[in-house]
């Protein structure tokens, strides 16, 4: 049987983020965000009318789920911290109690011997500064940067390894063009003036973590989605090229190499005029460059060219849905993102911050803890990781999504993704088959 061997040190975690499994979203203080609002005001925005409370039960549950990462041989557990948790108002007051509660976190994940991966900003902004406009308001970049001064002050001299932000596509997409997450509107220049914001607000935090002296890592998640083209060898190439620079190269360029993508810019008028004024200049003047790229990949675009359309591409539906799954299923696209990054901007160092499967809740519990399905993912795609290791890419780790069975954005309790099934009543967490595949992995730094 052929194995692949992952290098020693590798970091092998899981993944989670705050509105996803912590719940009890108004307990000791903590601020409304903007899920928390948007499920009391638009339950219908979301599958069953979910809620935020009771998510994966993690504020009440935190200790015992700590202790079963040590028994499964984690090494590492990415994490965000609640902004509204920590600072209710978004800026201004601090919150002693939230501050409280991710100290205890993170002491606990050190005894086990499990390196916290902390994100700053996991797509849970304070209502209150959605009221404002969210990242659509320049001054965005003050409140954010305030907010990672307190993360950075209160957890800085424990936590190594830090996100500024996770999968910004999405967040400056779905609220501000796509019309799926408050405040549902559908405004392009809206969405490129929020992300724009968006970059300053990295760049800011990136230059405050290098001047307060702290000694870890910091960088940026990014859902890496390779583009391809339907037809490889006409103009759909360029579609392709156009929808990945306004996707996941949007992000990329301007943090690795501070300027946006050439590409989409040069030839599409329309999403050019839709820009703010002066970005280019802008993020030129306050690029800084980050520690490490954490990567998102869950599957990839196919693109066919489209003249009427903004960025002269359509989406094509790939072949790769598979019945009762979330995303489509195409393990060879992380060894394509991954190899491109390496090469298009410099063997950068590269942790897996996300990768897993989401199969619908079919309600038989039985049937659900015995997840093959998810062990034959797990093995495609980390032998992908090994792959692409052995071409010469600097994967440092991989975080499986998601620890547990949580709560998605606007699919609710829908889809379960985690190694414990987590019976979201009683907060009752059992191991599913693929729990004990991954301890293996780990323990032997093999993948069969
Ligand atoms: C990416 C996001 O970062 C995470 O919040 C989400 O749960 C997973 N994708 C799965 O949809």
Same mark, same amino acid.
């Given at each position: 049987?052929i194995?692949?061997?992952?290098?020693?040190?590798?970091?092998?975690?899981?993944?989670?983020?705050?509105?996803q499994?912590?719940?009890?979203?108004?307990?000791?203080?903590?601020?409304?965000?903007t899920w928390d609002?948007?499920?009391?005001?638009?339950?219908?925005?979301?599958?069953?009318?979910?809620? =935020?409370?009771?998510?994966?039960?993690?504020?009440?549950?935190?200790?015992?789920d700590?202790?079963?990462?040590?028994?499964?041989?984690?090494?590492?557990?990415?994490?965000?911290?609640?902004?509204?948790?920590?600072?209710?108002? &978004?800026?201004?007051?601090?919150n002693?109690?939230g501050?409280?509660?991710?100290?205890d976190?993170?002491?606990?994940?050190?005894?086990?011997?499990?390196?916290?991966?902390?994100?700053?900003?996991?797509?849970?902004?304070?209502?209150?500064?959605?009221e404002i406009?969210?990242f659509?308001?320049?001054?965005?970049?003050?409140y954010?940067?305030?907010?990672?001064?307190?993360?950075?002050?209160?957890?800085?001299?424990?936590?190594?390894?830090?996100s500024?932000v996770?999968?910004p =596509?999405?967040?400056?997409t779905?609220?501000?063009?796509?019309?799926?997450?408050?405040?549902?509107?559908?405004?392009?220049?809206?969405?490129?003036?929020?992300s724009?914001?968006t970059?300053?607000?990295?760049?800011?935090?990136?230059?405050?973590?290098?001047?307060?002296g702290?000694?870890?890592?910091?960088?940026?998640?990014?859902?890496?989605?390779?583009?391809y083209?339907?037809?490889?060898?006409?103009?759909?190439v360029?579609?392709?090229?156009?929808?990945?620079?306004?996707?996941s190269?949007?992000?990329?360029?301007?943090?690795?190499r &501070?300027?946006?993508p050439?590409?989409?810019?040069?030839?599409?008028?329309?999403?050019?005029?839709?820009?703010?004024?002066?970005a280019?200049?802008?993020?030129?003047?306050e690029?800084?460059?980050?520690?490490?790229?954490?990567m998102?990949?869950?599957?990839?675009?196919?693109?066919?060219?489209?003249e009427?359309?903004?960025?002269?591409?359509t989406?094509?539906?790939?072949y790769?849905?598979?019945?009762?799954?979330?995303?489509?299923?195409?393990?060879?696209?992380?060894?394509?993102?991954?190899?491109?990054?390496?090469?298009?901007f410099?063997?950068?160092?590269?942790?897996?911050?996300?990768?897993g499967?989401?199969l619908?809740?079919?309600?038989?519990?039985?049937?659900?803890?015995?997840?093959?399905?998810?062990?034959?993912?797990?093995?495609?795609?980390?032998?992908?990781?090994?792959?692409?290791?052995?071409?010469?890419?600097?994967?440092?780790?991989?975080?499986?999504?998601?620890?547990?069975?949580?709560?998605?954005?606007?699919?609710?309790?829908?889809?379960?993704?985690?190694?414990?099934?987590?019976?979201?009543?009683?907060g009752?967490?059992?191991?599913?088959?693929?729990?004990?595949?991954?301890?293996?992995v780990?323990?032997?730094?093999?993948?069969?």
């Open positions: 049987m194995k692949f061997r992952f290098p020693d040190g590798f970091l092998f975690g899981t993944g989670s983020s705050a509105f499994i912590e719940g009890s979203p108004y307990a000791d203080g903590k601020g409304e965000n609002y948007s499920v009391r005001n638009y339950p219908e925005k979301f599958y069953n009318n979910a809620k =935020t409370e009771p998510a994966s039960h993690f504020y009440t549950h935190y200790k015992e700590i202790e079963e990462m040590r028994r499964q041989g984690l090494k590492s557990f990415r994490f965000s911290i609640s902004w509204a948790r920590i600072m209710p108002e &978004g800026h201004g007051r601090v002693p109690l501050i409280g509660f991710y100290n976190v993170i002491d606990r994940l050190i005894a086990a011997g499990i390196e916290p991966f902390v994100d700053i900003f996991h797509w849970d902004l304070p209502q209150a500064l959605a406009g969210g659509k308001n320049p001054d965005i970049i003050e954010f940067v305030e907010y990672a001064r307190v993360c950075f002050e209160s957890f800085g001299d424990r936590v190594k390894l830090w500024t996770n999968e =596509t999405v967040f400056c779905a609220p501000y063009v796509d019309g799926r997450w408050y405040p549902f509107e559908t405004d392009i220049r809206g969405a490129l003036l929020a724009h914001n970059l300053l607000c990295h760049f800011r935090t990136v230059k405050l973590y290098r001047e307060m702290l000694k870890g890592k910091i960088g940026a998640v990014i859902d890496v989605v390779p583009v083209p339907k037809d490889p060898t006409g103009k759909d360029l579609a392709a090229q156009y929808q990945f620079e306004r996707g190269g949007w992000w990329l360029y301007p943090m690795f &501070g300027h946006y050439e590409n989409i810019i040069r030839d599409c008028d329309g999403f050019r005029a839709a820009m703010p004024d002066g280019e200049e802008e993020i030129a003047r690029f800084v460059p980050m520690d490490f790229l954490g998102n990949y869950y599957y990839p675009g196919f693109a066919e060219y489209d009427s359309s903004i960025d002269k591409s989406r094509v539906e790939s790769y849905v598979q019945e009762g799954q979330y995303f489509a299923l195409y393990p060879v696209g992380l060894y394509d993102a991954v190899n491109f990054v390496t090469r298009e410099g063997r950068p160092e590269i942790y897996i911050t996300e990768n499967l989401g619908v809740d079919s309600g038989n519990k039985e049937e659900i803890l015995e997840d093959d399905v998810r062990i034959s993912y797990l093995r495609e795609h980390l032998r992908m990781i090994v792959r692409s290791i052995e071409g010469g890419a600097d994967v440092r780790g991989y975080y499986y999504w998601s620890n547990f069975d949580s709560l998605e954005a606007t699919s609710g309790y829908r889809f379960r993704f985690g190694f414990y099934y987590v019976d979201f009543e009683t009752e967490r059992t191991r599913k088959k693929s729990w004990e595949y991954y301890r293996r780990i323990s032997t730094s093999l993948v069969d």
